[in-house]
Every structure is written in structure tokens, then in C-alpha cells.
């Protein structure tokens, strides 16, 4: 792999350049650096409650440009318009969750001691962090990564996918005009070794990364040898297992849906839906009929039932031949899996089955928008295939049998389980997943423990013992 990265936009659905942006010089990054010091100095030493009307502002920001910022989403990897501009004002939700939650969530935790004296665990930032975001919801990403750490006192250097310039340039203009002091959060156009040399470098204390299994693995690696914590959120190979339902179209609507969301580019997408075979046949006919429904159209246009590109025609090319190989493999194409001529990224959803297990498209994660189907015929089998793959996002089980769908939603690999849900994805649900899917969590009260020095601080004496029983009669009396 060349070290070299270039940060332009391409827009996927003419292919056409946009615009390109230089990457930093050593010098440049080492001043970053150094900026990112004295903005710790100033931002960890603001009283939390001052940090969280800087916090609030970003919010404000977010929701008063969503439509600004949802264009550049929509340009730069092809989200459909009224998504992009969802995503913004959830970035919205995030940062004023943190802003009212923050204090609390990082309040000191009073201990109760079989010593004389007083003890107390306290939350407190440990300094810069290394964000790597990817390109499928460029503002989310970020916003689940940023908001907590900044309430916490952390400060930001945020390399984006270097597809998603304009985006990473919007946030960092928010930032800015919200009132974060000067190095609090930087934006960084950089290399593969500049990336590594962040990592290593002893002014940065993490690195959180959302994308690939081999970029988390190459990044936990180096992270690794210079003793940083890492938070990794990777692929992902959901299951949607449908055990029955009282409307089969119903349900099959709201698989098709949510595969089909942000064309199909999601880490937690529902990628393996498994049906029970009373309900199969009908099933897979109602996907493969809304399927069919779908045209290619700008994602900017807004059009109902259409389709836009994939983030970049690599995307769409990479995605053609595993449908073509998932095919040569036996699986079943009912509609769909055609790649437009190009430049752009075009690439028509899908229906599959009949994939069979040790194939290529059992195996991988199938990043686009096609829908691939499985018919079991027990629960048991419906669980076991669930869980037979290396990923451990998210998953969800659907039932009219409340009791019955949370039985396997209990047992089931994942760092995130539904029932009669997709998903839980609020500000205040944590997110992560577990085995090849990464660990560490974002969002939620888990969000402010990842990047954080759980200081213990303890005074002894009776002095001490009495002032905490005065602070903290609960505690005391417990």
C-alpha cells in the first residue's frame, strides 16, 4: 500500500473530481501537535459545566446547518439527501446528550471504605486523541467519537477518510466557531506513516478507528507497541431473523428498509436476514417486489423509489464481483446486481439465496445494497446460523412471541441485540460490538469510560470520613 493518501471529492454519481486538498507537511503536523498541547492545557482546566455550553453550541450548530451539511454528505459519497441531512441533526442529538448528560456521567463516584478516610473514583481526560473515521455517515462517526471526549476534557486530531475533505473541513468550522479553544480539535490531512507517527508520538494518549477489519488490525497493531488504548469499531454481519409475524409484508418492508439505508453502506446493516421457512417463500417475494420497484436516480433529487451510488466506483466494482462470485457459487440472484458502465458508482440492489455456508458471501461482509436471504427451519437453526460468523456487532430477533424472540436475542455473539427492533441507535444506547466486529463502545453513558483516567483519590483520616458523610448522606447510611 502507498503511503501516499489523497483527500479529494469525487461525486459518486457523475464520478466527476470536485475538489482536491494537500495533505500537511511534517512541519505542519508537528505544529498540530504542539497546538494540541496547550489546547489540553486550557480546555481540561474549564470546569465541565463551561465545557458543556461550548458542547451545546456545537449541537446548535449541527441542527442550523443540516442542510449545509447534509449536501456535502450527499456530494461527497452519495447518501441520500433526506438521510444526510438526518445525520446531521442526530450529530445534534449527540452533542446535546453529552452537553446534558457530561456532568453527571463524569461525576466523581464516592466509594465506601472499610478504611478510615474518604475515597472517590474520578473521571478525568487523559489528553489528545487520534480519531480515523470513515466515509459512510462522515458527521455521525465523528460525533459519537468527539462529544464525550470533549466533555471529558480531551482534545481531538481528527484524520478523516480521505474521500469525505468538505465534510471533515464543515466540522472543523463548527467546531471553531462554537468556542473550542485554539487545538482542542484539529482536522488532519495526512499520510500512512504521518497516521503512524501520531500514534507513536508521546503527546497522544489513544486512537479511536471505525472502518476495516485490516486498517483496526494494522492500527491496534502500531497503537499496541507504543502502549496507547484503542476503541475499534469494524465490519459487521447482522443478522434479522424473523421467527413469525402477523404481516409478512409488513416485516419484510422493514428488512428491505433497513438493508437498504444509506445503500446498504452501514457496519450494522441488517446483512444476513434469516426467515423461518413457514413465512420463507412469501418473504423472500415481497423483498425481491420492492426490490424491483428501485431505479437508479441523483441522490440529491429526493425521488421515491430510487436508488443513488455507492460512495465511490471501487466500492461498486468490489461489490459486483462478490455478487458475481456469491452467483458462480451457487446462490440464487432473484433481481438486481448490475454495475452501471461508470464513471459512476451505480450499482442496482439485490436480492440473494441459497448461499450456502463456506462460500465466499457467507463469509464476508457484503458492503452495498443487496439483501441476502436465509430459510431455517427451528429456532435453534435460526441461532446457530446467527452466530456462526467471525463478526459480533449488532442483531435483531422479531417474533409475535415477545418471550420467545428475547430468548434468542439473549444468546445471541453481539455487542448490540434487538427485539422487534433493527437496532437501538439514540444518543444514550451504547454501540460496539465484539470478536472481529472491534471492542470498546461509543455513545451512552459507556462512551465517557473509554478515553479516561479512573483516578482514585482517597484522604485519609476522620476528618476526611465525616466531610464525605456530610457530602454524601446516601452513601453514608448505606
Request: glycine share 8%; aromatic share 6%; proline share 5%.
Amino acid at each position: 500500500m502507498s503511503d501516499a493518501l489523497t483527500f479529494k471529492t469525487v461525486n459518486p454519481a457523475s464520478g466527476q473530481t470536485v475538489a482536491e486538498y494537500d495533505n500537511l507537511t511534517d512541519d505542519q503536523l508537528e505544529e498540530v501537535l504542539v497546538k494540541s498541547q496547550a489546547g489540553f492545557a486550557a480546555w481540561q482546566a474549564m470546569p465541565i459545566e463551561d465545557r458543556a455550553e461550548v458542547v451545546t453550541h456545537i449541537a446548535e450548530l449541527f441542527k442550523n446547518r443540516a442542510d449545509e451539511l447534509g449536501a456535502i454528505a450527499t456530494r461527497e459519497m452519495g447518501k441520500p439527501l433526506g438521510e444526510s441531512r438526518g445525520e446531521a441533526e442526530f450529530c445534534a442529538e449527540i452533542f446535546d446528550y453529552y452537553a446534558k448528560q457530561g456532568p453527571a456521567l463524569a461525576a466523581d463516584q464516592p466509594i465506601k471504605s472499610t478504611v478510615e478516610g474518604r475515597a472517590v473514583i474520578q473521571s478525568r481526560p487523559i489528553g489528545a486523541l487520534l480519531g480515523i473515521m470513515p466515509w459512510n455517515y462522515p458527521f455521525y462517526q465523528v460525533a459519537r467519537f468527539a462529544a464525550p471526549n470533549l466533555m471529558l476534557g480531551n482534545v481531538i486530531l481528527l484524520k478523516h477518510a480521505e474521500s469525505c475533505p468538505q465534510a471533515a473541513l464543515a466540522i472543523e468550522e463548527i467546531m471553531r466557531e462554537a468556542g473550542l479553544p485554539e487545538g482542542v480539535y484539529q482536522n488532519i490531512f495526512v499520510s500512512h506513516d504521518q497516521i503512524e507517527r501520531v500514534i507513536g508520538d508521546t503527546r497522544v494518549q489513544g486512537v479511536s478507528l471505525t472502518g476495516s477489519e485490516r486498517a483496526g488490525a494494522k492500527v491496534a497493531e502500531i497503537a499496541g507497541r507504543n502502549l496507547k488504548k484503542v476503541v475499534l469499531e469494524l465490519g459487521g454481519s447482522d443478522p434479522f431473523i424473523v421467527l413469525d409475524t402477523k404481516d409478512v409484508a409488513e416485516t419484510a418492508k422493514l428488512a428491505f428498509d433497513t438493508r437498504i439505508e444509506n445503500t446498504g453502506q452501514a457496519c450494522n446493516s441488517n446483512k444476513r436476514i434469516i426467515v423461518s421457512s413457514e413465512i420463507y417463500d412469501d418473504f423472500v417475494a415481497e423483498v425481491v417486489r420492492l426490490t424491483e420497484q428501485l431505479e437508479p436516480a441523483d441522490p440529491a433529487a429526493e425521488k421515491p423509489n430510487t436508488y443513488g451510488p455507492l460512495s465511490s466506483r471501487a466500492a461498486a466494482e468490489k461489490l459486483n464481483e462478490q455478487v458475481q462470485t456469491a452467483v458462480s457459487e451457487g446462490a440464487t440472484l432473484h433481481v438486481g446486481g448490475e454495475l452501471s458502465d461508470g464513471p459512476e458508482a451505480f450499482f442496482s440492489p439485490a436480492v440473494l439465496t441459497d448461499v450456502a455456508p463456506g462460500t465466499q458471501a457467507y463469509e464476508d461482509e457484503l458492503f452495498g445494497p443487496v439483501i441476502v436471504v436465509y430459510e431455517v427451519e427451528s429456532d435453534e437453526e435460526a441461532l446457530a446460523l446467527a452466530n456462526d460468523t467471525p463478526f459480533g456487532l449488532g442483531g435483531s430477533v422479531h417474533s409475535t412471541d415477545v418471550k420467545r424472540a428475547e430468548s434468542i436475542a439473549q444468546l445471541l455473539d453481539v455487542g448490540m441485540s434487538a427485539v422487534n427492533a433493527p437496532s437501538a441507535e439514540t444518543a444514550e444506547m451504547p454501540f460496539g460490538g465484539v470478536k472481529r466486529s472491534g471492542y470498546g463502545r461509543e455513545l451512552g453513558p459507556l462512551g465517557m469510560d473509554e478515553f479516561v483516567n479512573k483516578r482514585l483519590l482517597f484522604i485519609a483520616g476522620p476528618e476526611a470520613d465525616a466531610e464525605d458523610d456530610a457530602e454524601h448522606p446516601a452513601t453514608a447510611a448505606q
